[in-house]
């Protein structure tokens, strides 16, 4: 059977962009996959986090998943710092990892701007925000993944990560599976409301251009209202010359099972576009803020869910970090010989 991983980063409230790009294609594949889906905390931390704020936030993260209709019946869900094993593959594949690599990943240059800029909490690049992607290529080799879905923005870490996969796999002999990126062909990279030319991001500095999944219906309609268009009144799909008409396009082709390019033929104006996007972005979220109330309602329900999760998920990891120690020349530790008397 097909293995398939993924992670969403605990910080902030899930997105529309998270959602389109990545979560509602994780809950179609739980069905006809091995499906293993984390909230990846090692990760928020390359940047400072105030340890309250990362505590809730991964729970809330949890809670998400199983809203947007994830199974912990069906697939493994589980909090990455659960299973001790993903930051043991990640050395290893760090000593495998070049600097060079490393330091043409977009997201550290685009982060690593940021921080200097003095932007972010703390005022430094951290040394685990260059070297994340070893961590990332650990989260995903060591379930033995096969697809990974993902939004556009993670297909240098995918291409990474099959690269780290395959020197590793010609230096040390057989030890892990190649994964391919599985990246949707509507609502991959979902932009900014108000600065289409922009990826929709929790850390975005116009909070009107990012729409939370569970923001109230009203907020939702207005940031629609609102959204950036340009000054023709032609409704048609091209990115390059119309990007904020064109992002409603791909959230209404993506809320509605269309294609940009088809969900265009319906609109000569931009009024109607915007409230129909609205409302079908509204529909969409309904049963998923409905299970997140029961959720919430049930918090030992989630305690169980994650704890179920971490031991299922370590199961598998324990098997593939002792398969590449072993490749790699580690000596195997031993039990204690027994002392005859
Ligand atoms: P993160 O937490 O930034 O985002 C989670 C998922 O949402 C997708 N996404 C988007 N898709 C479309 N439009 C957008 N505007 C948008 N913004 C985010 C992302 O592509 C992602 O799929 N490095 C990863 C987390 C990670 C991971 C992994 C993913 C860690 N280990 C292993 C896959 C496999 C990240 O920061 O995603």
Request: glycine residues 8%; proline residues 8%; aromatic residues 8%.
């Given at each position: 059977m097909t293995r398939v991983l993924s992670g969403i980063q605990p910080t902030g409230d899930v997105h529309l962009g998270n959602y389109l790009g990545a979560l509602r294609q994780w809950a179609i594949d739980q069905h006809d996959a091995d499906a293993f889906y984390c909230a990846v905390d090692l990760h928020a931390v390359t940047i400072q986090q105030d340890p309250e704020q990362l505590r809730s936030a991964t729970l809330g993260t949890m809670a998400t998943l199983v809203s947007v209709g994830l199974d912990p019946e069906v697939c493994t869900l589980f909090v990455q710092s659960h299973v001790p094993q993903h930051t043991e593959l990640s050395w290893l594949l760090e000593c495998t990892v070049s600097l060079g690599e490393l330091r043409r990943m977009t997201q550290f240059k685009d982060k690593a701007a940021r921080a200097e800029g003095g932007d972010q909490r703390g005022d430094h690049v951290s040394a685990g925000l260059f070297t994340y992607p070893a961590l990332m290529a650990a989260d995903i080799l060591i379930y033995d993944a096969d697809r990974v879905p993902v939004g556009d923005d993670q297909r240098q870490h995918l291409e990474l990560t099959r690269d780290v996969a395959q020197r590793f796999n010609s230096r040390y002999?057989?030890?892990f599976v190649i994964p391919d990126a599985a990246i949707p062909t509507v609502g991959a990279r979902v932009m900014d409301?108000?600065?289409?030319?922009?990826k929709m991001s929790k850390s975005s500095e116009s909070p009107q251009g990012s729409v939370g999944i569970f923001e109230d219906p009203a907020h939702v309609a207005r940031k629609f209202t609102r959204a950036v268009t340009d000054s023709e009144s032609e409704v048609r799909y091209d990115p390059e010359v119309k990007p904020g008409v064109s992002n409603l396009l791909s959230i209404l082709g993506a809320a509605t099972g269309r294609s940009a390019a088809d969900a265009a033929a319906?609109?000569?104006q931009y009024g109607v576009l915007k409230t129909d996007t609205a409302d079908a972005v509204i529909a969409m979220l309904e049963p998923i803020k409905a299970k997140k109330a029961e959720l919430d309602a049930d918090p030992a329900e989630l305690a169980r869910i994650i704890a179920v999760g971490a031991d299922k998920a370590e199961a598998v990891a324990c098997v593939t970090v002792a398969r590449a120690k072993e490749a790699m020349g580690f000596l195997p530790k031993q039990p204690q010989p027994k002392v005859s008397a």
């Open positions: 002999g057989d030890t409301l108000q600065n289409p030319t922009a319906s609109y000569s």
